[in-house]
């Protein structure tokens, strides 16, 4: 049998991981920690290598030949839907990155977390996530697609609320779960209204085929479905407005962190939207709207990361910012450069939110940047790791992070020069942001307490290793995406054309810019975005306390995050709290008074009545004497 014929299994052996993981923890029975480590790795170990055997046997296909799906059953029959996978470029892509990385992460999570007392549960609900997420992106139609859209969201609350005990993780999972929902709903109505507009059908290669003929007649529909099914985007990758819960998500094990909140979860967004790139490139509207959006979102998120204390919290704010490029991508036409972000992304951000839990794990839990410092002597290792991250991040030349965020800034600026200015400005304040981070962390004075600085020590192998292999990849990654100018279009983009050429063609605004001269700018605003934190927080360390001081008010509005989540607190939380007190009020006094009036009714009446039947017979004499002298009085009146 061929690999192609087995990609099914790609998403059946991580939840056969979490059957056999999770069914004894369940009943209560302690399965040994090495028999669990080697179930859940083990399990995403032969996903990937059936991963990696499939994709090679895909690649030998011709170009236009590239698609390949399995059928595994049967499932909505009166609708004509199959479960099915589909393995075309742009869904292999995700599947190596998926089985990939997260495949470092669950070994980097052997170390970590080898000392919890969940660490079976920890597992179960990591091989439960790759099985949904793999699920979500080789999904032939859009219920299957949602699915495991609805699966990661299950196991990201799971996983962010690990640490249930915590009232922070606890309302932090709730939190992601019900901000989610908003997002669902909307990707739930675009689903429907697709099926109802395009042929009846959820099939999505069908709903592409029959999306040109639908925005001929009636583009307005195309629009709307493109819209509605962005609005689940903003959910799940965390855009403006939907944003506020990834923040929050920090709460959870570090390793979920990297990859559920950084490196795949969160990007099932800019996927999908790339998976509909023909139906997107027919909407012009929507995909200024995803544009937009997604510009907003990586410039708001990269000024409130400017001023955040926790390391994680930090690097969510750039996960933030880091997806609004994406979108900004798509919404100029530049899907290819997208989900080259995407893939970059997962590398260097994977590598540094690992590092930040090695930061951690030396520190025995602390995450306060202002409580460390002069960690680079003391872990020299995770030092350059980090190092690896930060400069990919913050788009020093040649790193995988330069060639994929220049990408997106070139088609920003065919498209729109704000959308550029944008992207441009979340440039420079990305590179400050990490710069000082870096500086907080690794360079100046310890501020660690003498207790801690006596228990520093580097990570185990089982963590070492993964970081090494994310540092190299972030480094040198990007070559497979290196721009057209330079040697022609990169193997990257050359892979995903069968897929996402047509629909980058449609959505081409026709014209080319000056391509070099736009990358040396954005290269000088990264080595200028460094050499500003550099001298910020190395050189003068006290200028940035006398910057705050001086623009109290700005700097109040930045660390408060914009008090977005006080926004909602007191324009969403807070009346929904009151209507729902009143509701209750309404239900006690009214609702309730009166059938509970009814029922005190009847037992007044039946209080009365019972006087009538008191079982002594001179007393049935004396009401039936004076009825009669009563009737008598009636008929003589």
Known sequence: MQPLDLIGLIPLLPLAGFVLIGLPSAAGRRLPRPLVTAIGCGSVALAFALSVAAVAALAGLPEHHRSHQAVLGEWMGPLGLSWSFVLDPLSAVMILIVTGVGLLIHVYSAGYMAEDPGYARYFAYLNLFMSMMLTLVLGSSLPLLFVGWEG??????????????RTDCADAGRKAFLVNRIGDASFVLGMLLAWSAFGFTFDIREILANAPGVAASSPGTVTLVALLLFGGACGKSAQIPLFVWLPDAMAGPTP???????????????????????????????????????????????????????????????????????????????????????????????????????????????????????????????FLFFAAGWVALSGVPLTS?????????????????????????GALLTATYMTRLMAMTFFGPSRFDRHAAGRLHEAPASMAVPLGILAVLSLGGGLMGMPASWLGPGPFHRWLHPVLGAAESAASPGHHGPETLLMVVSSLVALGGIALGWRLWVARPGTPAAIAARLSTVHRLVKGKFFVDEIYDAAVLRPYAALCRGLARFDTAAVDGAVNGVGATAETFAHAFKLFHSGFVRNYALFYLLGAAGVLWYLAA
């Open 152 to 165: 990661v969201g299950l196991c990201s609350y799971l996983l962010i609320g690990f640490f249930h005990s």
């Open 401 to 425: 992070g330069f060639f994929s965020k220049d990408e997106i800034l070139y088609h920003a600026w065919l498209a729109n020069p704000a959308l550029w200015a944008a992207g441009i400005a």
């Open 256 to 382: 979920v962190s990297a990859l559920i909140h950084a490196a795949t979860m969160v990007t099932a967004g800019v996927y999908m939207v790339c998976r509909m790139a023909p139906l997107y490139a027919l909407a012009p509207g929507a995909m200024a709207v995803v544009a937009a959006v997604g510009a907003a979102t990586a410039l708001l998120a990269a000024v409130i990361a400017l001023a955040q204390d926790d390391i994680k919290k930090v690097l969510a704010y750039s996960t933030i910012s880091q997806l609004g490029y994406m979108f900004m991508a798509a919404g100029a036409g530049a899907f290819g450069a997208a989900i080259f972000h995407v893939t970059t992304h997962a590398f260097f951000k994977a590598l540094l939110f690992l590092g930040s839990g090695a930061v951690i794990h030396a520190l025995h839990g602390e995450q306060d940047m202002r409580k460390m410092g002069g960690l680079r002597g003391a872990l020299p290792r995770t």
